[in-house]
């Protein structure tokens, strides 16, 4: 089983930055890749970034270039850095995670999800 805990949401002005952060605690930590996801106003929940257990990422097209995606194993930690943030980005945010070595962006791998943490982006 794998815990998951995002932080770090709220409300920025387009163009600005938001650091998100993900906890993961249980059993296997470092072994998993981890991904965030979110679910915009009338669409479906959407792969946004993702780490593999060996560091290759990979990003939606809407986002490269403006997110970055890191993971601290000694800290059981996973971050997602956005920049330049557009009103589209809006949405909730979530973690999850995977046993697969990854990189993916399909919702369907991931068996362990966070609550998320809501993003706002104002004009």
């Known amino acids: 089983q794998v815990q998951l805990v995002e932080s770090g949401g709220g409300s920025v002005q387009s163009g600005g930055s938001l650091r998100l952060s993900c906890t993961a605690s249980?059993?296997?930590?470092?072994?998993?890749?981890l991904a965030w996801f979110r679910r915009t106003p009338g669409k479906d929940r959407e792969g946004v970034a993702a780490?593999?257990?060996?560091?290759?990422?990979t990003y939606a097209d809407s986002v490269k270039g403006r997110f970055n995606i890191t993971r601290d194993n000694s800290k059981n930690t996973l971050v997602l850095l956005m920049n330049n943030l557009k009103l589209e980005d809006t949405g909730m945010y979530y973690c999850?995670?995977?046993?697969?070595?990854?990189?993916?962006?399909?919702?369907?791998?991931?068996?362990?999800w966070g609550q998320g943490t809501q993003v706002t982006v104002y004009s």
């Open positions: 249980g059993d296997p930590r470092s072994t998993v890749c």
């Open positions: 999850a995670a995977e046993l697969g070595a990854g990189p993916s962006l399909s919702t369907d791998d991931f068996g362990w």
């Open positions: 780490i593999g257990r060996d560091g290759r990422t």
